[in-house]
């Protein structure tokens, strides 16, 4: 008698393991699923001469340093601001 009791409890132990897994992981996948970043959608004017090019960008801190070519100016470097979205300066490469 003994061992179909401990029996019955292990059952109703493993079924409510099993249940609340599940639930736990459905509630999971569903938060995972519906848990979409905002896009932020931009235009961005650098205010640089007409005929200038991005010939290469690279992260500087919490600042995004663009290489700048063309445009009947010497190259430069515009440092740029991802938070505000504005050019916080431009260093001139001669």
Same mark, same amino acid.
């Given at each position: 008698?003994? /061992? =179909?009791?401990?029996? /019955?409890?292990? $059952? $109703?132990?493993?079924?409510?393991?099993?249940?609340?897994?599940?639930?736990?992981? =459905?509630?999971?996948? *569903? &938060?995972?699923?519906?848990?979409?970043?905002? %896009?932020?959608? &931009?235009?961005?004017?650098? @205010?640089?001469?007409? @005929?200038?090019?991005?010939?290469?960008?690279? %992260?500087?801190?919490? *600042?995004?340093?663009?290489?700048?070519?063309? @445009?009947?100016?010497?190259?430069?470097?515009?440092?740029?601001?991802?938070?505000? @979205?504005?050019?916080?300066?431009?260093?001139?490469? *001669?």
């Amino acid at each position: 008698m003994d /061992k =179909l009791k401990l029996i /019955k409890i292990a $059952v $109703v132990a493993m079924t409510f393991l099993l249940i609340a897994g599940s639930l736990f992981m =459905l509630t999971t996948l *569903y &938060r995972r699923l519906n848990n979409k970043p905002a %896009e932020i959608e &931009r235009n961005i004017n650098l @205010g640089e001469a007409d @005929g200038s090019f991005i010939n290469n960008m690279l %992260e500087c801190q919490e *600042y995004i340093c663009i290489v700048v070519k063309g @445009g009947a100016l010497a190259d430069r470097i515009v440092i740029f601001d991802p938070d505000t @979205g504005k050019k916080v300066s431009t260093v001139s490469l *001669y």
